[in-house]
Structure formats: structure tokens, C-alpha cells
């Protein structure tokens, strides 16, 4: 594989994003009429590799469409509760998304092509709650490239490792250290080795993505530095979530290679992933393609809203940056801490902040769809 600026017209950018960085690009949005009007299909052939949703996206798609208005009526108005009227929503756009990536999934030999679906995200504090709804979304749409997201809390750690276990693809969402990342990939071995020891010879048909959050660290941790606003903080800004986000594929180069990964990848497992989400930029004085530009490396994901996609289809640069300057990483995180800014209680902020966000979302949708039912009673 080679880094270069081959095929980077704006059409091909994305497919030369995966064939000379090894890359995949992954579109973090969806609704209804993407999937009836053709939008979707349109981004596949573009270079889309695989896609992401989760419940403040389902909010957005269903309150501001009436594209779902239909098939929620009939679902209600047939006796269906509205909890499980959301699901169906949710599933049917799902599946029709799994449709949609399958083709890429088979060329790709099952290791891309994944859709991803989120467990109710009040689940997040609950292990058996979350193995039980993660179960049920495998079972009820069981499809070889759905990905069911799990929140890397620590309650979600245990349910990740038995779902890898039960032969189950999982993307592990809100990851915000680099120390939470090692633990989630420690739950993706421990439930490989767990399957191994319940008697499979095949791990090839498992897959894992490692999502880890990157423009709200900045977001936090600039708030954190403009309160120290000293001129050597100020010069900080806009450095954390890249800098983590490198030290994150550091330690994955480690931790999938020598003898434990060799004994599994013998067995046809595939590398759990890193998967740069939230990397739409937040603060208009940073380039919007940020968060693609500097995170660039052979096998990652970055799955970006449909306007941050454009934007790197546009004037992004195509070439390996994830791993070039491992040392300037280093020298980041250790001068924010330095300035007295704890990563680790940063990661905490931003987990609660995430689980809330999505469960405010979800609820509030609910709420809605409650509402909308209660008018066709």
C-alpha cells in the first residue's frame, strides 16, 4: 500500500481513500428517503464503505419527515405500542440500509459493508439489559453485516466481550481515552478466546469496530485550556482529540500483533477496527476536515456526516497521517496534563455527556411518537 494523491478527484476520493490509505469511509446519517429516492446507493457508488446511526440521528430522520408517517399509522392504529412502533421504524430502515452496503460487505470478503443500529441507550449502566436488547437486534434482523452498538461504559464491557462471543458484530460506541480503548479491546479478545474455547474453528465471520469519539474531546478540553489562558495553553487548543486519537492506533498496532492476535488471527479473525466518530468539526476556526485529515491510516474507519463527506470529497488530503509523528502525539497530551487538565475525568465528562445526549433523544422521540398516536386514537 502506498500514500499518495493517486485518484484524489473529488468522485474518487473516497474509494481512493480505502485503496491507497486503507481507509474506509463510513456515512454517519440516514433516513427514510435516502434509502426510497436512491441517495444512498448514490453514496455507496461514490466510495461509502459502510454506515452509522444512532438515536439523536433517528430523532432528526422521524420528527422532521413525513416519510414515517404511514407505517407508524398503521402500526398504531393496528394496536402496536409505540415503543415498539419506533422499532419498527428503526428496523425498517436498517434493513433497508443492510441492503444497500451488502454488496460491499460480499466484496470485501465480510470484513466492511456493516451497518450499525443502537441498543436503547438507557441500557448504557445495565450489562444484562444491553446483552439481552443486543441479542434481540442480532435475532430480529440477522443479518451477517449488522453491527449492533454497545457503549464502552464500563457496565458495557462485559456485555461486548459475550456478544463477540455468541458470534455477534459489535461496534463499541463513546469511547473518550485511551485507556477505555484498551479495555474495549480487551473485551474483543477475551469474547474471540471465549468463542475459541466454546469449540469454533472460524472466527472470520466476527466483526468489531472501536469507535473512538473525537471533535468533543477538543470541545472539553479547549473550554479547559481557555480557563488556564495562559499563552502555552491557548497554543493547545484544537490539538487534544487528534493527538489521543493517534495514541489510540498506537497502542492498537501493539495490542493486535505478537502471539495472543496471532493465535486468533490463525483462526481467521479480523482486527477490531479504530472507528474516528464525531469528526465533524465543531469550532468554525478549525478546518472542517480536521478530523479526516490528521486520522488517516490503514485499517480504520472514519465515518462522517454526509457534510463533512462533501467537504473531504472536496479540498480534504488524501495521505497517511494516523501514525507518522507518534512522538508529537506524546508531546501534546503530556503538556495539556501538565497544564492540569486530567484526560481521564475529561473521558468521564464526555461519556455522561454522551449517554445523556442519546437518551434525551430517544425519549424525547418517544415522547413524539406518543404524542402523534394520541391524535389518530
Known sequence: MTDGDAGSTKDGKLTSLFSVCGQSPWLDNLRRGWITGGELESWVERGIRGLTSNPSIFQKAIESSADYDEQFGDLVCGGTPVDDAYWQLVTSDICGALAALEPVHAASGGTDGFVSVEVDPSLAHDTEATVTAARALHHGMARPNLMVKIPGTVEGLPAIRQMISEGHSINVTLIFSVARYEQVAEAYLAGLEDRVGAGASDLSDVASVASFFVSRTDTEVDRRLDAVSTPSALALRGRTAVAQAQAAYGRFEGIFSGPRWDRLAALGAQVQRPLWASTSTKNPAYPDTLYVDELIGPHT?????????????????????????????????DAVTAHGIDLDEVAGVLEAQGVAAFTKSFDELLGSLQTKADSLA
Open 301 to 333: 474507519v472514519n465515518t462522517m456526516p454526509d457534510a463533512t463527506l462533501d467537504a473531504f470529497c472536496n479540498h480534504g488530503k488524501l495521505r497517511r497521517t494516523v501514525d507518522t509523528d507518534q512522538s508529537a502525539a506524546r508531546y501534546v497530551l
